[in-house]
């Protein structure tokens, strides 16, 4: 190559002397012949101590062999090489050489000279390495977190995730931040786009994940979740001048189901006590009701008799007959003395009724009633060898209702179910022990059906077992008959209807309906007390 004619030729030499690059030339051995004044002040020898010298004199001999043979070799095909080499300095220093070292070739092809540069890159590599290691500890860290981790990109792409994020995609069998971010959606409404508009944080939601794949689904995870944002800078060439910000999303996923396991167990235990509390008091508040409205029929034949008599007393003439009127007067007295004393009795009675419980009334999802029902009677049912078959509808719309009053009440029809199956009869063991629970929307009301394969209910019996004290089992064997009638009361307080369904031949099936929009509920709270009786 020649100097262009509008180049003094000496430009070359000045350009190198002047150059910020360490720059050295060397024979064909890599002994050197010329430095520029940076090559002095990178290395810190002066001109005169390295001319003449190997290049070798700058290796602080760390570098592996097989570097320099692959830089030997590279340079014996007549090609530039460039590496990193270990150098040490005239005081001993040791520096990082980002060197590259050009063959000089002459007019007969063989290499005269070789051309090195380099510069020193100690503060870069070592900047580069301490961004390596926090960027592995971070990671490390990150990975160690007992809580899935994952950044999406705009595009909602996992960029980044960690071990137990991993394991979620293992267990989920889909993407995991694609799910949440669903339910979270669904669960926040327009307050989540909204939210991710502005990027605005998120924290701790419970997010539900309902299981997929059928029979061998596990049951639902719930995870609580955390959204954040952060900005990076465009670390392309394009946004070198024009810095543009690309956003990500941090998502945090941290499972709670086992608590939430344990907080349903406490809330179902919870639930199944306030039930058998409230049971005891309306059987006891219906049982008394009911014993004073049986109290009450002879007691008001008694106060007819009476009344009769006193119409009948006085109208005697003689002695005699007047004797037999003071005989029936004292009687008569005795009678209302102890018609007095019994409706007192009666009235001590009716107080010690104790008062309906008033229960808020709210919007239902029976399926959620049904199922905490289904959760307080497992034991009973698995006991029993008895399986459910549990077909809620896909929709449901809200009943409006007394919780627990409803609970208490299909409480006990499934109680019923299961010690109506209980019962052997000739015949039975064949029969398959199952319980069918149906919720159904119709269009203007709520249908609950339970069926059961038990012996079922004699069609004469169908409207008998809704009275008071009717039962096919007897008191003897703890029964009052009181169960059903209450049953009855309660879907009577919800506007509904019960029944039981007479063209159900394989054992019994029970049809509750509630109606929808106008759903009528009494107030408990100022119902009378006799109201526990149906009429
Ligand atoms: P050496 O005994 O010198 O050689 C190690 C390996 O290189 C052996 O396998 C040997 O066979 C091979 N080798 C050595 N010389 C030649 C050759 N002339 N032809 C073919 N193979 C050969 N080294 C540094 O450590 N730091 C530098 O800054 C540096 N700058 C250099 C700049 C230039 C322009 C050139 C040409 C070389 C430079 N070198 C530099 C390389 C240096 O010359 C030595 O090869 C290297 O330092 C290893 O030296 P050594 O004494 O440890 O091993």
């Known amino acids: 190559m020649s100097a262009t004619p509008d180049l003094p030729p000496n430009v070359f030499r000045q350009a190198v002397e002047q150059a910020a690059l360490a720059i050295s030339i060397t024979d064909a051995e890599a002994n050197i012949l010329y430095v520029n004044p940076a090559f002095e002040r990178v290395t ?16 602080y001999k760390v570098t592996p062999g097989l570097v320099y043979e692959s830089l030997w070799a590279q340079l014996a095909r007549q090609r530039a090489w460039n590496g990193m080499l270990v150098n040490r300095r005239s005081d001993g220093n040791r520096y990082l050489a980002d060197l590259t070292i050009t063959p000089v ?34 990671e490390s860290v990150v990975d160690a977190a007992q809580v ?44 989540f786009d909204t939210a991710r508009k502005r990027r605005q944080a998120i924290r701790h939601r419970e997010v539900k994940v309902e299981p997929t794949g059928g029979m061998n689904a596990q049951s639902a995870r719930w995870f609580t979740c955390a959204l954040s944002w952060f900005e990076e800078q465009d670390a392309s060439a394009d946004a070198f001048y024009e810095p543009t910000r690309r956003h990500y ?32 008091i309306q059987s006891l508040r219906e049982t008394l009701a009911g014993a004073v409205y049986q109290l ?21 003439e ?105 019962e052997r009869r000739v015949g039975d063991h064949a029969r398959e022990r199952l319980v069918r629970l149906f919720t159904q929307f119709h269009a203007d009301h709520v249908e609950v059906i339970l069926e059961d394969t038990g012996p079922g209910i004699p069609v004469e019996w169908r409207y008998k077992v809704f009275e008071p004290f009717f039962t096919t089992k007897g ?41 929808l929009g106008n759903t009528r509920h009494r107030d408990e709270s100022t119902a009378e007390t006799h109201d526990g009786m149906p009429t």
């Open 105 to 138: 070739v002459d007019a007969e092809g063989r290499t005269s000279h070789f051309l090195g540069m380099h510069r020193d890159v100690t503060e870069v590599h070592h900047l580069e390495r301490q961004v390596q290691n926090q960027k592995a500890m971070i």
């Open 148 to 191: 899935a981790i994952c950044l999406l990109d705009e595009r909602d792409h996992v960029v980044l995730d960690n071990q137990e994020y991993k394991k979620l995609i293992g267990d989920l069998g889909r993407e995991p931040a694609s799910i949440l971010l669903t339910n979270l959606r669904q669960q926040m409404g327009a307050g």
């Open 44 to 59: 810190g020898y002066k001109q005169g101590e390295v001319l003449g010298n190997n290049q070798s004199m700058l290796s």
């Open 318 to 422: 003689d002695a005699a007959e007047r004797n037999e009127c003071q005989r029936e007067e004292a009687f008569d007295v005795a009678i209302e003395t102890a018609l007095r004393n019994s409706h007192a009795a009666l009235d001590t009675l009716r107080a010690c009724i104790p008062h309906r419980q008033s229960e808020a009334v709210q919007p239902l999802n029976l399926n959620e009633v049904l199922r905490d029902v289904l959760k307080m009677t497992t034991a009973d049912l698995l006991g029993s060898g008895i399986v459910v078959e549990w077909y809620p509808a896909a929709e449901l719309p809200p009943v409006h209702g007394g919780a627990t009053q409803l609970a208490a009440m299909f409480r006990h029809l499934l109680a019923n179910a299961i010690e109506a199956m209980n």
């Open 475 to 515: 008191a003897a064997r703890g029964h009052l008959g009181m169960g059903l009638s209450m049953a009855q009361d309660t879907v009577s307080g919800h506007g509904g209807l019960i029944d039981v369904d007479p063209d159900y031949l394989d054992g019994c099936r029970v049809r509750v309906q509630f109606p």
């Open 296 to 316: 009450e029929g002879p007691l008001n034949t008694l106060s007819a008799a009476v009344r009769l008599l006193e119409r009948r007393r006085g109208k005697g």
């Open 249 to 280: 999303l941090l998502l945090t996923a941290q499972e709670i189901t086992e608590l939430k396991r344990q907080q349903e167990a406490i809330r179902i235990n919870s639930l199944a006590a306030l039930l058998t509390e409230q049971e005891r």
